[in-house]
């Protein structure tokens, strides 16, 4: 049984009791005409009024009981909807005969969903409230709320069960919400700067378009292996190969990987491809769309983020790839191009490397290690070399290097762009070598993607793209320091019996 502490059969009794005074403990159909944020816009003037009570107007609000005081033949209630918390008196003389002393004192309590009637008035303390003229139950909570003064704390209690960190948090929901404004303004300013935007496959025959390791699915009808996307960038290009200019996409990838405070193994991108542009377009772009956002959301440039302050002022910083090393990592400029050197130097740090990396390798491991977490304010990292930029175009000054660029704020990755490969030989050559690392071990190399080099073939205008993680932006723009505070249903270990009932037992003594 679900249901089976004490507690819980206590509330399903008096669900029952209810049902057989001819109450439905979860009726349908109620109506309300009030948010508890509109009682309080519309009624403001009551407190200002010589009566400090208006009883010619009348509002339904419903919401969830949060607070619940007794006083006789009355009491105060807090009821909670998603825009915020009234509160509501009900008063034995104002209800139907006996249903206060029945029904409401007896069978409706903290954690209940209620429709209630009234009229606003003031209270002596000068609050605005409801005053009840009839009540009606919405829905019976089986499971009681934990106990208000410590709330949930819990944050693997709190993952778990999202509605319930909703329910007792209200700044989660606050969260939520301007994750949802985030995605919509970025949405119209790239509608607004002409983009279109598509759908493509979550399916992929071919597991393509960045270096990750896939989740693998099986499609039973044609008997063949499927993977999850870990990147529609393949499939948006296509779409430049057939004609678009402009495109864009926001959706999910999946990435059969570890979890930290930055990732999780589903999880949000953007990602667009902008034909006859280039990738400084891309750093002007993405520039503009923080300068949009800190707008819309009425955000200061200089922004809190823990225990720092970002200053978005732009133009942001851009620094090429091997001149971070040293100005920022303060790695020392003469070992940067020597593989022996750097594995010492790593090895004296304390980073344990394979000898046998090659020099982009253990360069990765040197920006990773001591340039990364240095990258407070918004900072373009360019210039990558071409062996860890396996779709990205050479160039044309250096064939090594790659013209491309990661953007970082507050020591983490939230984009990544670059001008596209459109030459199908080079592309068909990158994809070969990538199969020699795969087949030297490297689980998170490229496949070979034979229709994605033939569509290259038919030619690409040139074209540059850039991905950015909408997880990472939201955590950036509502000062959260894990990935899921900002995903409403994080990927969790599962759990065990015995955690299982640990957990229930927590519940239990926050009652």
């Known amino acids: 049984m679900i249901f089976d502490n004490q507690y819980e059969q206590q509330r399903i009794q008096k669900a029952e009791q209810l049902r057989e005074m001819g109450i439905n403990p979860y009726p349908h159909n109620l109506t309300r005409d009030t948010t508890t944020e509109q009682f309080k816009k519309e009624y403001a003037y009551v407190a200002d009024s010589e009566a400090k009570r208006d009883e010619t107007k009348t509002a339904t609000v419903s919401g969830r009981i949060k607070f619940l005081r007794l006083m006789g033949k009355a009491a105060f209630v807090k009821?909670?909807?998603?825009?915020?918390?009234?509160?509501?008196y009900v008063s034995r003389d104002n209800l139907p005969e006996g249903f206060y002393n029945t029904v409401f004192k007896k069978l409706i309590e903290v954690g209940d969903i209620i429709t209630v009637e009234g009229f606003p008035f003031v209270t002596k303390t000068g609050e605005l409230s409801l005053h009840v003229t009839a009540l009606q139950l919405a829905a019976k909570a089986i499971k009681p709320l934990p106990e208000k003064f410590h709330g949930l704390q819990d944050k693997e209690l709190r993952y778990r069960q999202r509605y319930l960190d909703m329910i007792m948090n209200g700044d989660v929901k606050e969260t939520f919400k301007t994750r949802s404004k985030i995605v919509s303004i970025t949405r119209r300013f790239f509608e607004e700067k002409g983009f279109l935007e598509v759908e493509t496959p979550m399916m992929h025959p071919i597991a393509g378009g960045a270096n990750a390791r896939p989740f693998i699915t099986h499609h039973n009808a044609l008997d063949i292996e499927r993977y999850l996307r870990i990147a529609p960038e393949l499939y948006l290009k296509r779409l430049i190969v057939g004609g678009f200019e402009a495109v864009f996409e926001i959706n999910r990838n999946f990435r059969n990987e570890g979890m930290d405070h930055t990732h999780n193994p589903e999880f949000t991108m953007l990602e667009f491809y902008w034909a006859y542009h280039?990738?400084?377009?891309?750093?002007?772009?993405?520039?503009?769309?923080?300068?949009?956002?800190?707008?819309?959301?009425?955000?200061?440039?200089k922004l809190p983020y823990g225990e720092m302050e970002i200053d978005f002022s732009t133009p942001f910083a851009k620094v090429p790839w091997a001149k971070s090393l040293v100005t920022i990592g303060g790695v020392p400029e003469e070992i940067i191009n020597d593989q022996e050197k750097m594995v010492a130097y790593l090895r004296q740090k304390g980073v344990d490397v394979d000898k046998n990396l090659s020099v982009a390798k253990l360069q990765t491991e040197l920006f990773d290690e001591f340039v990364e977490p240095k990258l407070i304010n918004p900072t373009f990292i360019t210039d990558y070399p071409v062996e860890i930029s396996p779709l990205a175009r050479r160039s044309d000054e250096n064939p090594e290097i790659a013209e491309r660029f990661e953007f970082f704020v507050a020591g983490k990755e939230i984009a990544n762009g670059f001008n596209e490969l459109n030459d199908p030989i080079d592309q068909y050559e990158r994809f070969t070598g990538q199969i020699e690392a795969k087949n030297a071990g490297d689980d998170e190399a490229h496949e070979m993607d034979e229709d994605y080099v033939q569509a290259l073939g038919y030619g690409m205008a040139p074209t540059a793209g850039e991905g950015i993680g909408i997880d990472r932006l939201?955590?950036?723009?509502?000062?959260?320091?894990?990935?899921?505070?900002?995903?409403?249903?994080?990927?969790?270990?599962?759990?065990?019996?015995?955690?299982?009932?640990?957990?229930?037992?927590?519940?239990?003594?926050?009652?």
Do not use: C, W
């Not at 505070?485 to 019996?497: E, N, T, W, Y």
């Open 474 to 511: 939201a955590m950036l723009l509502t000062n959260q320091h894990s990935i899921r505070d900002v995903i409403l249903f994080p990927a969790m270990k599962p759990l065990k019996q015995n955690d299982q009932n640990e957990e229930n037992n927590t519940e239990e003594k926050d009652k």
């Open 278 to 301: 280039n990738y400084h377009d891309l750093m002007k772009l993405t520039e503009e769309l923080f300068e949009k956002l800190l707008q819309e959301l009425d955000l200061p440039v």
């Open 79 to 88: 009821i909670e909807d998603e825009d915020g918390i009234l509160q509501i």
